[in-house]
């Protein structure tokens, strides 16, 4: 029996030599600290990582920890200390070299540590370090569920690791459309349930998450990588995830905030090390983000600002390596970014200009890699946003053509990946550009059935995430175009229930995120729908109401943003909306006052970008109602003027061509 319990206490702790028997009563004079020390020291698991991590420094701490101990066991009982301090200073600096030990010793030392808290439990420690086995009966127990429990958490680690490297190729399977985003949340789950200890697995979990709509979780998992960064780079890229989420869940200020203290440690670590590619690469990064919350927050000068900081250092990495595909993507994006922004200020041509630039790079990079779905997705995305600055330069047939090159692309990728939010949302958002255009080209029939397409994907998406406020929103766009459709057919009870719809959800986010421009204006343009279809059914007073109400919310982000070319056109519209309601209404001086208004915006608009169709058109329209309001034939004639202008350049649609034989004959030519 004594045989068996000593072979127990040697597989659960090889000992050294006895320093002293500790005697029974002897509870009040023994050191917590040493016993616990000598155990650690002792433990299987030192040994283990002593011999893996053997070398000329390590051996010779052993050896001054023999020195002491012979000496201590000699009667220098002064010297207790000292041999104390040495063996922690073993235990600790293994600590640092292996982590696999850190972990597995932690556990052991809590274990030991719950045993010492007590003199009693001390008193047995002690009987265990000097070889009392039998005294030491019920220690023996507690330190063999301690081993257990150390083993299990070695195990753990060792399969994690295993599993990190098989989930990272799952992660490379779904970049190229062959595994579900749902497949390999499941692999990174249960890498971070095995080994929650590491950085990197709470960063891919956390933009798994986000792809797949769950944002609470997304958010959860930022938030533990956060905890676990180890580092300035790690605490920056932790708090752009955390952003990233923020974003989604429509917390545009928290956004901002965390985008902007990952922003300063980044920028401390580049100028430190200028020629780190990483920290350049981060900073672009970082800039890029801060610049799609002003955007969307409607400071579109300052969002300009952040992109081309953006694109400068893209510009210079991508140049210094042109075979680093993912530097040449970062450009691309850039040059859509600025793209974007130019498009919001009014100016067409260049946007198109940065829109096609980022799609050589985007074609170039799907085909030397056709697999990759990432790339394919980029030039989806491309295809979608020249085809966007076309319909707005009035050549709907060049931009149906691009957003049905978009939507092949989608449909491919949303069908490989079903749970990938992200791809289901881009399938419907090619949807209802496509519809946009069939609607301007007059198809109503089809453009209903692309958003009715486009709704349905939303409506999953939404009742999936309730809490991410970019889904709603795109919810309530599709009950805007559905209601516009509607609208035009004449079905105006149906149309009113679908504005309605949308604006209730708008009401909402404008009321949770002031701050959100796109939010405000949206609302604005629900209660212009509203009031369009309150005045085809002869409801004036009601009509007037919700006109003035977009008007009013209008008016304030012109004034937030007066280069906002997009704003100011809303602004110029709005002002013709009320003016027609005040007209019917009999007061004729408060109509002209807003059709001038309408006017002044409509030809500062104008000017400035003189190839954009439609604020050549809506020229055309303030000077008809003035012309109708007054009798005025000089305001028909510019109307004729424009028209005639527009249709020389080949920017009038075919569509608008009849209008020009009317403006003659009321311009009296």
């Known amino acids: 029996m004594k045989a068996r319990v000593l072979a127990l206490v040697l597989a659960l702790c090889p000992l050294p030599a006895p320093l002293a028997q500790t005697p029974t009563g002897a509870v009040a004079q023994v ?14 698991a030192t040994q283990a990582a002593s011999e893996r991590a053997a070398d000329a420094k390590l051996r010779a701490q052993r050896a001054e920890i023999d020195a002491l101990r012979a000496q201590v066991r000699g009667g220098a009982a002064q010297l207790r200390a000292a041999l104390t301090a040495a063996e922690e200073k073993y235990v600790a600096a293994l600590t640092v070299r292996d982590r696999a030990y850190a972990q597995e010793i932690a556990v052991f030392r809590a274990a030991v540590e719950d045993i010492a808290r007590t003199p009693e439990g001390v008193a047995a420690l002690a009987r265990f ?54 497949q390999v949340i499941s692999r990174y789950e249960e890498v971070t349930r095995l080994d929650p200890g590491v950085f990197w697995d709470w960063v891919e979990l956390g933009r798994l998450y986000r792809d797949s709509g769950r ?44 985008y902007r203290a990952s922003l300063a440690i980044i920028e401390r670590l580049a100028q430190a090390d200028p020629g780190n590619a990483r920290w350049q690469r981060d900073l672009s990064v970082s800039h890029n983000r801060i610049g799609d919350v002003l955007a969307a927050q409607g400071d579109l000068t300052a969002a300009l600002t952040s992109y081309r900081a953006s694109h400068a250092i893209c510009e210079r990495l991508a140049q210094t390596d042109p075979s680093n595909a993912a530097w040449q993507r970062d450009l691309s994006v850039a040059h859509d970014k600025i793209g974007d ?45 020249i085809g966007g600055v076309q319909q707005m330069q009035g050549d709907l047939s060049a931009a149906l053509t691009s957003h049905r090159a978009s939507l092949a692309i989608a449909e491919r990728l949303a069908q490989a990946d079903p749970g990938n939010a992200v791809w289901q949302r881009d399938l419907s958002v090619s949807h209802n550009k496509i519809g946009d255009v069939l609607a301007a080209q007059g198809d109503l029939p089809v453009a209903l059935t692309n958003y009715r397409a486009a709704l349905a994907i939303r409506q999953r998406l939404a009742q999936a995430a309730p809490g991410n406020a970019e889904w709603q929103r795109d919810l309530s766009l599709s009950h805007n175009r559905i209601g516009d459709a509607l609208t035009a057919q004449g079905d105006l009870p149906a149309a009113l229930a679908s504005y309605q719809a949308s604006l209730v959800i708008r009401q909402r986010l404008a009321r949770d995120d002031p701050s959100n421009a796109n939010w405000q204006r949206d609302l604005s343009v629900s209660h212009d729908s509203i009031g369009a279809v309150q005045q085809a059914q002869g409801d004036l007073p009601a009509a007037l109401t919700s006109y003035q109400a977009s008007l009013a919310i209008v008016e304030r982000l012109a004034r937030a943003d007066p280069g906002n070319a997009g704003w100011q056109r809303d602004l110029s519209m709005s002002h013709n909306r009320v003016g027609d309601m005040l007209k019917v209404r ?5 109509a002209l006052e807003s059709y001038r208004a309408s006017l002044a915006i409509v030809e500062r608009l104008a000017r400035a970008d003189p190839g954009n169709a439609d604020s050549q058109r809506d020229l055309i329209v303030s000077y008809v109602k003035l012309h109708e309001a007054t009798g005025d034939k000089a305001y028909a004639a510019r109307a004729l003027s424009v028209a005639l202008d527009m249709q020389r350049r080949g920017i009038l649609a075919p569509r608008y061509q ?12």
Do not use: F
């Open 31 to 44: 050191d917590a600290r040493a016993e616990v020390a000598a155990a650690l020291y002792a433990a299987s």
């Open 129 to 182: 370090n000097a070889g009392d086995e039998v005294g030491a009966l019920a220690v023996l127990d507690d330190l063999r569920a301690a081993r257990d429990a150390a083993r299990r958490k070695r195990a753990d680690i060792e399969s994690a690791a295993e599993a990190r490297r098989i989930a990272a190729l799952a992660l490379d399977a779904r970049a190229k459309g062959k595994v579900t985003t749902a």
């Open 215 to 258: 944002l609470p979780d997304s958010h959860r998992a930022a938030t533990t990588a956060a905890d676990k960064a180890a580092n300035d780079w790690e605490r920056a890229v932790a708090l752009i995830e955390l952003g990233n989420a923020q974003v989604t869940q429509g917390s545009l200020p928290s956004a901002l905030t965390s």
């Open 341 to 385: 922004v130019l498009a919001a200020q009014g100016d067409l041509s260049a946007a198109l200009t940065s829109h096609r630039t980022s799609l050589a790079i985007a074609e170039r990079l799907a085909k030397e890699d056709p697999g990759n779905a990432e790339w394919q997705r980029d030039l989806s995305v491309s295809y979608n946003k």
């Open 586 to 590: 009999g007061d004729l001086s408060a």
């Open 658 to 669: 009849g209008i020009i034989e009317e403006l003659k004959r009321r311009a009296g030519q």
